[in-house]
């Protein structure tokens, strides 16, 4: 028998290096978070779909609709969403939406279908319904993660696999700087960055970026291009390094890989903006063994690896220093990887 009513959960994510590489066939290393969206779906009695929120945005029925659609579900149902993963933080509410939607009436209707094709479907959702081609590493983290690990993912081969992330053995904190600006991804922006890598893999006559060599690189043609591409390039060593440093509990190795991959972000794919600057910046200054920009960028929020007992200094001069140039204040979060999305009750 079918349940009548199912509810599931599903993560955000903090991506903890790699950044804007899975589209260019590259790897991430994200965690899942321990604030989470649930969705509980029920058949509709009234022959229509009807979607509801704690926390209404503009637009945001859209990654229902999407999912719904890209699962092919044509019978009307109910949908109920309440989350505590704030909004426009650059955490993946969007993923998480759309996963515990997909994973919820994936139970409901007995759809059979498995994880891989729920982060298809979540992955479709958000570039042909929504409009914006993100890559599937928010999907991916939010449907896959487990708790004390972190996800490499690589989307050459489409494989995961698991790297014990525990900082804490070692004194230290994740801490997510929500600089509570708003990120624009719909605004084309994430859009353009694709294009750009699109048109230097088409250049050099390779299907993703990421697999582009050293001597490949340097023969682009300088300018906007290539500093796009000399990003996914470096980025890419970067996430090689940081594997192995995590591994071997070299934490300021890994620090200091965050910090160049910011200055990366911010210097060569400029997706960083004035507020993930300040965040990371004045986080390491203060003590962080590095700290980074993470997610697509425009805004959201930045992460710092800091010994927790700097965390009271840290968090109250990013603070400060966000109020001395007129910034709107923070918002703080101390992050693990934590356990990815799950069915809550069927009933
Ligand atoms: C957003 C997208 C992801 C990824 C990141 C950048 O979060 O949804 O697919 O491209 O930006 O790494």
């Known amino acids: 028998m079918l349940p009548t009513a199912v509810s599931a959960r599903a993560p955000g994510r903090v991506n903890l290096i790699g950044e804007h590489l899975d589209y260019n066939g590259g790897r991430s290393l994200p965690i899942a978070i321990d604030l989470a969206t649930t969705a509980t779906v029920t058949r509709s009695a009234d022959g229509r ?17 999407g999912v719904l659609a890209a699962l092919e579900v044509t019978e009307p149902l109910h949908v109920t969403i309440t989350s505590d993963l704030p909004i426009g933080a650059g955490l993946s509410s969007s993923a998480a939406l759309e996963c515990s939607v997909a994973l919820a009436v994936n139970d409901l209707l007995g759809l059979g279908r498995s994880r891989s094709e729920l982060v298809q479907a979540c992955v479709r959702a958000e570039t042909e319904y929504v409009g914006v081609p993100t890559g599937g590493m928010d999907q991916t983290t939010s449907l896959y993660a487990d708790a004390g690990a972190a996800l490499l993912l690589d989307f050459a081969d489409d494989s995961r696999t698991p790297v014990p992330f525990d900082p804490s053995d070692a004194g230290l904190t994740l801490l997510v700087i929500d600089t509570r600006v708003s990120h624009a991804l719909v605004d084309g922006a994430y859009a353009a960055r694709r294009a750009d890598c699109e ?32 990003h996914v ?74 010994p927790s007992d700097l965390l009271e200094r840290i968090r109250n001069g990013v603070a400060a220093a966000f109020a001395d140039n007129g910034h709107d204040a923070p918002t703080f979060y101390e992050v693990e990887a934590s356990r990815g999305a799950e069915v809550l009750s069927a009933t």
């Open 233 to 306: 390039f470096t980025e890419q060593a970067r996430v090689r390094a940081y594997v192995d440093a995590v591994a071997a509990d070299h934490w300021q190795t890994a620090g200091t890989l965050m910090t160049a991959s910011h200055e990366s972000l911010r210097d060569d794919y400029e997706v960083s903006c004035p507020e993930l600057d300040l965040a990371a910046g004045t986080a390491t200054a203060l003590g962080a063994l590095g700290a980074r920009m993470t997610g697509g960028g425009f805004g959201g929020s930045a992460i710092a690896l800091a």
């Open 49 to 65: 779909t009807r979607c509801r929120s704690s926390a209404e945005t503009p637009g945001w029925t859209a990654y229902v609709t």
């Open 199 to 230: 048109s230097a893999a088409k250049h050099l006559g390779i299907q993703h970026l990421a697999s582009a060599t050293a001597d490949q690189i340097e023969g682009l043609p300088g300018g906007r291009i290539g500093r796009r591409a000399r």
